[in-house]
């Protein structure tokens, strides 16, 4: 029998995150903080749960995928939080992307309740997530893992187990580290194929199975071809987890100017009144700020 499942956050990825687990035939629970959110999954038959604690205590595995550390850290760790609440032998899995050190924090703490913490953010963005093709990073205990991993098959192609608490973490921050640079990359192609008279259509055509090739180009470009800015992954979050992997990159004193560049920069388009926009409005900086 397949276990009950809970899931916390019904953003741009959560909803379909949570729309594939209950299509796999899980019983599903879920929480957000606006219910309406959820209305589209409780007519497939997920059940709403009116609180954090009310449904870790029902559930036997529990995904959150929130905002930012503080909502991480509040959830898990807080009063009435889901490690306060949910039962012994319970499996909580957080896929936001948040800080290597609270997901270690999260991890002590859940293990002193013989719960088993996971952190295993994503990558993929909307189309990831709608489409079940998810790249998912994954750290905790290995034995956790192999016990989640049919779940996460629900969600993701690309599962790959990292090691010990926080390395799911970790290990997306390279993620967001090769991303961050790339963006730029990306604005600095289309703007120079419009700048010089060339059909910026066809120039992706050219280079994007070439040597340049990336999943920014291939998704994102042609989203800011066609002026098309709504969010696959919002700008205020990369900046958060741009600042995650500053503060971890200066910690262990390593040298990453192409991510300070690329903070500065979606910093400059968020002051602009951009950061609910998708990562692919940077190229407007090339065009109007």
Request: hydrophobic residues 40%.
């Amino acid at each position: 029998m397949k276990q009950k499942v809970g899931f916390i956050g019904l953003g741009v990825m959560g909803q379909s995150m949570a729309k594939h687990i209950l299509q796999a035939g899980y019983s599903l629970s879920v929480y957000t903080r606006t219910k309406e959110k959820a209305e589209d999954l409780i007519k497939l038959g997920a059940v709403w749960m009116d609180s954090i604690s009310g449904l870790a205590n029902e559930c036997e595995i529990i995904i959150t995928m929130i905002g930012y550390p503080k909502d991480v850290e509040e959830v898990y760790l807080g009063e009435n939080g889901i490690v306060s609440s949910a039962k012994p032998g319970t499996y909580v899995i957080d896929m936001t992307t948040s800080q290597p050190s609270l997901a270690k924090k999260i991890y002590e703490q859940a293990k002193l309740k013989d719960i088993y913490s996971l952190d295993a953010p994503v990558s993929g963005g909307d189309i990831g997530a709608r489409e079940a093709r998810l790249a998912i990073m994954v750290g905790g205990d290995k034995e956790a893992f192999d016990i989640c991993l049919p779940l996460f098959e629900k969600m993701g192609q690309n599962i790959v187990y990292q090691g010990e608490a926080g390395s799911g973490q970790h290990t997306k921050m390279c993620n967001q580290i090769a991303i961050a640079s790339g963006m730029i990359g990306v604005c600095e192609a289309i703007s120079y194929a419009k700048k010089s008279g060339l059909e910026p259509e066809n120039v992706l055509k050219s280079i994007q199975t070439g040597a340049a090739g990336s999943w920014s180009l291939s998704n994102l470009a042609p989203r800011m071809l066609a002026d098309d800015f709504e969010p696959g992954f919002f700008i205020k979050h990369f900046i958060k987890d741009m600042g995650i992997a500053l503060d971890e990159s200066n910690t262990m004193n390593l040298y990453t100017p192409g991510l300070e560049l690329a903070n500065q920069l979606y910093e400059k388009l968020a002051e602009a009144g951009f950061e609910d926009k998708g990562t692919q409005a940077l190229v407007k900086l090339w065009e109007e700020i």
